[in-house]
């Protein structure tokens, strides 16, 4: 007489079956959505701002890191990282070696933030011009814009203004119907949406795709101020700069 197979037996034979055929990548990518992540993010945030004090960020301990990041965004970076497959994880692994993959993961993407010309060459407006008499804070665009102002008038400004929008029109149009992605990317440009991790999540896709379609974005930019005369190459290089 056949025994009749249990239902746990049977979901541990099934489980045995999937394992054998994917591979450990795919296995480590799959058994990590299991992980305790409300408490190993606390931690992970944690690491990272330890990691972030050690550094100087526009001259500052305290200074602003490039990209719109923070503490908290570098350690959802690492994390969705590690649950894209793109981590150095064993079937077996203990929580011990996971946090230390993470922390590795971590340190990594504040080095390369570090490493960033916005990182070293930047400075906040306050930091610039030194304190008045009594200790009041100046901020260095006050004098730049009294500067700026002195030599050119109003009707200069609405008059870039007008190029800027029809440039702004003209890039549009260029754009639609070539290359979808870059097309939306130029639309959250548009509205304001600038980060690049906003922007991911605005498109639903990973910030690294993000960055791919920004190079694409401003060598299409690129482009057109070379043979668009509607696009001057100032309003050109607005645009790349955002």
């Known amino acids: 007489m056949i025994e009749k197979e249990t239902y746990l037996a049977k979901l541990e034979r099934i489980g045995k079956e999937y394992e054998a055929k994917v591979t450990p990548e795919q296995w480590v990518q799959s058994r990590l959505r299991w992980e305790d992540w409300e408490t190993l993010l606390p931690e992970l945030v944690q690491f990272a701002k330890q990691e972030i004090r050690r550094r100087r960020w526009r001259g500052m301990r305290s200074g602003v890191l490039p990209e719109g990041y923070d503490a908290n965004s570098v350690a959802a970076e690492a994390i969705a990282s590690a649950l894209r497959g793109e981590a150095r994880l064993a079937p077996g692994w203990t929580r011990e070696r996971l946090m230390k993959e993470l922390q590795r993961k971590v340190s990594n993407e504040v080095r390369r933030l570090h490493k960033l010309t916005e990182a070293r060459a930047m400075r906040s407006e306050w930091k ?12 260095v665009f006050d004098w730049m814009k009294g500067k700026f102002l002195g030599s050119v008038d109003e009707a200069g400004f609405q008059a870039r203004a007008k190029v800027r929008k029809e440039a702004e029109l003209r890039i549009a149009e260029k754009l639609h119907g070539e290359d979808e992605l870059v097309e939306k990317l130029f639309t959250c440009l548009r509205e304001g949406v600038t980060k690049r991790r906003e922007i991911a999540a605005k498109l639903e896709i990973s910030v690294d795709r993000v960055t791919n379609c920004r ?3 401003n060598r299409k930019l ?8 509607g696009c001057p190459p100032w309003v050109i290089e607005e645009w790349k700069a955002k």
């Open 128 to 139: 610039i011009l030194a304190p008045g008499a009594n200790g009041q804070l100046r901020s």
């Open 215 to 217: 190079r694409r974005l």
């Open 222 to 229: 690129d482009e057109l101020g070379k043979t668009e005369p």
